[in-house]
């Protein structure tokens, strides 16, 4: 079983960053980030691989928010900027121990976080 702890949400208003955390309790091939809207699914935001680094990006958030990891502390970052207000929901960050490809979907990753809220003011 592998525990993550995400942190670093909360209120910002329009334009602004926000930086949030994922502490993971063991390491596999990749971690990613997910968002989630009342009544919608959740919604791949960006992965990275352990190993090499390499990050991939929804398109919605692409230039704006960055993925980065920590191997050290095996923990996982994600910078926001440029902040609008259809960036509001919980993100979730989630562990993938399947070695492949890049993964987009949800269902596809291991373990997840509880999730942590990050509200975009008008």
């Given at each position: 079983?592998?525990?993550?702890?995400?942190?670093?949400?909360?209120?910002?208003?329009?334009?602004?960053?926000?930086?949030?955390?994922?502490?993971?309790?063991?390491?596999?091939?990749?971690?990613?980030?997910?968002?989630?809207?009342?009544?919608?699914?959740?919604?791949?935001?960006?992965?990275?691989?352990?190993?090499?680094?390499?990050?991939?990006?929804?398109?919605?958030?692409?230039?704006?928010?960055?993925?980065?990891?920590?191997?050290?502390?095996?923990?996982?970052?994600?910078?926001?900027?440029?902040?609008?207000?259809?960036?509001?929901?919980?993100?979730?960050?989630?562990?993938?121990?399947t070695p492949g490809g890049v993964v987009y979907s949800a269902?596809?990753?291991?373990?997840?976080?509880?999730?942590?809220?990050?509200?975009?003011?008008?």
């Amino acid at each position: 079983q592998v525990h993550l702890v995400e942190s670093g949400g909360g209120l910002v208003q329009a334009g602004g960053s926000l930086s949030l955390s994922c502490a993971a309790s063991g390491r596999g091939y990749a971690m990613g980030w997910f968002r989630q809207t009342p009544g919608k699914v959740r919604e791949f935001v960006a992965t990275i691989t352990w190993n090499s680094g390499s990050t991939y990006y929804a398109d919605s958030v692409q230039g704006r928010f960055t993925i980065s990891r920590d191997n050290a502390r095996n923990t996982v970052y994600l910078q926001m900027n440029s902040l609008k207000p259809e960036d509001t929901a919980v993100y979730y960050c989630a562990a993938d121990f399947t070695p492949g490809g890049v993964v987009y979907s949800a269902h596809e990753y291991d373990y997840w976080g509880l999730g942590t809220q990050v509200t975009v003011s008008s």
